[in-house]
């Protein structure tokens, strides 16, 4: 699969002709200013939770493709109510395609909608297509729950937030890593806002000692995996 780094925790994986978007924040950062939403392809939107930085432009994309949005029971109930498609779950639920699986896992954070409407409980993702798994941990603190994900699923990628102050920073994360058994690292939630903005290069020798591999992408530039 390949992954695009859209800035903050955004992303859009394709593989085999099907496009994802995950937690779709562009409008709303001026670092990710030459991201064109109206350009952007969406067969599926999965959401890791209500805030404000995750759903700014969950409406616009499903508007422009007609995608399905993949979240937690009450973010689901929340944009079916405007009738959008939506898949439902909840922690543990693996939502299930001809193309890939996504199973809705557990994070350590909050998840109400901007006006303060109840957003469920955050999660992460756990995305598998064409034979690679990666690990969208979503906002989380470090969770001893992360030990569960390789007990049936060897990552090719843990896609982890290291800006600390509303997640983990990077000393956490390098634990979460251990965690998940993956040293193939791409970060996210940093550098968006003044609170999570990290020395980046402090971060990559600290993941280097650990002999694990951490990749921080341009915003618009890909990975494959
Ligand atoms: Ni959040
Ligand atoms: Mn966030």
Do not use: W
């Not at 064109?36 to 890791?48: E, G, S």
């Not at 439902?88 to 939502?95: Q, R, W």
């Amino acid at each position: 699969m390949n992954i695009t780094y859209l800035g903050h925790a955004s992303l859009h994986i394709e593989f085999e002709g099907t496009n994802i978007i995950v937690d779709p924040f562009i409008s709303g950062n001026p670092m990710a200013s030459h991201i064109n939403i109206a350009d952007l392809k969406a067969d599926y939107i999965l959401v890791t939770h209500a805030h404000q930085d995750h759903i700014l432009d969950v409406e616009t994309l499903a508007k422009n493709t007609g995608a399905t949005i993949v979240s937690n029971y009450e973010i689901a109930m929340h944009y079916g109510a405007k009738y959008f498609k939506v898949f439902a779950m909840n922690h543990g639920g693996t939502y299930t395609t001809e193309t890939f699986s996504a199973k809705y896992v557990n994070a350590i954070h909050t998840s109400s909608f901007p006006d303060g409407s109840y957003g469920g409980q955050p999660g992460g993702f756990v995305l598998t297509a064409n034979e690679k798994s990666i690990y969208i941990a979503g906002d989380t603190a470090l969770t001893y729950d992360m030990k569960l994900i390789p007990l049936q699923t060897k990552l090719d990628l843990a896609i982890l937030p290291i800006g600390d102050t509303f997640t983990m920073g990077v000393d956490d994360a390098i634990i979460a890593s251990d965690f998940v058994e993956c040293d193939r690292i791409l970060g996210c939630h940093y550098d968006s806002f003044p609170p999570i903005v990290i020395d980046k290069t402090d971060a990559m020798i600290k993941f280097k000692a650990k002999a694990k591999s951490l990749v921080l992408l341009d915003i618009g530039k890909s990975i494959e995996v």
